[in-house]
């Protein structure tokens, strides 16, 4: 079946960049989502993608997308303590209605 | 801006007890969905619903499990017979007929079978 699969953690000093990657096997995944779990709270949806995009830039977060390699990234300029949290990348295959497969998430820790 | 509500925000409950999480999604949204997260897990996908039927479940959704949308709001989750491994945050998550999936994730209940 399909797999998301992302490194669990992830510690950046603040001010720094950022970079979570994110694999999956699904070649035919049509949207690729970030989220953003803070401790306690729900998902946040932080940007997506689909899948004839290469890029997509939204403020500090850059998305990158490598269909060959089923490679998608998420970078956060300038990195703030507020952006600890855990990041959880999430595709879909289809446009309406069906089911998200998640990632395990990534635990990113800002260090002052 | 419009949100997914849930509640309650936590539930305990007896082995073997039924338990009805709520949610109530975007009001203009067509599809609903279940997903739950054990502690330290992935947020795995339980049911999504559209047109008053389940449109597609996962091997998690037994028997045990049913949604209903009773009335024009609520979305509900029921759990006939808990058990421990249920343990776990349930989030709601509804998407409307935009031109891409994006699914809004209510703040979730967690749910603490004893």
């Known amino acids: 079946g399909e797999d998301v699969e992302q490194s669990l953690f992830l510690s950046v000093r603040e001010g720094d960049s950022s970079v979570i990657n994110c694999t999956y096997t699904d070649s035919s995944s049509t949207y690729l989502y970030w989220y953003k779990q803070e401790p306690g709270a729900g998902l946040q949806l932080l940007t997506y993608?689909?899948?004839?995009?290469d890029m997509k830039q939204d403020q500090r977060l850059t998305v990158l997308l490598n269909k060959k390699d089923k490679h998608l990234s998420l970078r956060i300029a300038d990195t703030q303590t507020g952006d600890s949290a855990i990041y959880f990348c999430a595709e879909t295959t289809d446009n309406y209605g069906q089911n998200f497969v998640f990632g395990p998430g990534t635990r990113l820790s800002v260090l002052p | 801006e419009p949100e997914v509500t849930q509640t309650p925000s936590h539930q305990v409950t007896q082995m073997g007890q039924e338990v009805i999480l709520r949610c109530v999604p975007i009001?203009?949204?067509?599809?609903f969905y279940w997903y739950r997260q054990i502690l330290g897990q992935k947020v795995e996908f339980l049911v999504s619903?559209?047109?008053?039927?389940?449109?597609?479940k996962s091997e998690i959704f037994d028997d045990q499990f049913s949604v209903e949308r009773p009335d024009g709001s609520n979305f509900t989750l029921k759990i006939r017979s808990t058990k421990l491994e249920d343990s776990a945050m349930y989030f709601c998550?509804?998407?409307?007929?935009?031109?891409?999936?994006?699914?809004?994730f209510g703040p979730g209940t967690r749910l603490t079978v004893l």
């Open positions: 009001s203009n949204h067509l599809y």
């Open positions: 998550a509804s998407s409307g007929a935009g031109g891409y999936n994006e699914q809004f």
């Open positions: 993608i689909f899948s004839n995009m």
């Open positions: 619903f559209y047109n008053n039927e389940i449109s597609e």
